[in-house]
Nanobody, 124 residues
Framework: QVHLVESGGGLVQPGGSLRLSCAAS????????MGWFRQRPGSEREFVGT????????YYADSVKGRFAIIYDDVSDTAYLQMNSLKPEDTAVYYC?????????????????WGQGAQVTVSS
């Protein structure tokens, strides 16, 4: 059985940084692609970024490009979402997700496994 667990959410001021972690059991990010999605208040869940297996290829939503980065640690088999220059509009519940396949995808429907979500609030 696959479980994804996020951690690292919280409250941060505009312009600040935060790092989310995603740890998996039942699969490994060395053979499965993973992605980050977020759901802002009153909105549908949206794509943030994705990496292929082993973190070889990465893709990001235009709204976060240059500010967010996904980091894959192959020693701990943990994926991180490093978020810099945070804005109030980044406030959302962030979800990590994993695919059954190694290639990265931006479509939410391509992901079979989901974490429970981590709240990120950007506010002064």
């Amino acid at each position: 059985q696959v479980h994804l667990v996020e951690s690292g959410g919280g409250l941060v001021q505009p312009g600040g940084s935060l790092r989310l972690s995603c740890a998996a059991s039942g699969l490994t990010f060395s053979t499965n692609a993973m992605g980050w999605f977020r759901q802002r208040p009153g909105s549908e869940r949206e794509f943030v970024g994705t990496i292929s297996a082993k973190g070889i290829a990465q893709y990001y939503a235009d709204s976060v490009k240059g500010r967010f980065a996904i980091i894959y640690d192959d020693v701990s088999d943990t994926a991180y979402l490093q978020m810099n220059s945070l804005k109030p509009e980044d406030t959302a519940v962030y979800y990590c997700a994993a695919r059954r396949y190694p290639s990265a995808r931006q479509d939410i429907n391509d992901y079979a496994y989901w974490g429970q979500g981590a709240q990120v609030t950007v506010s002064s």
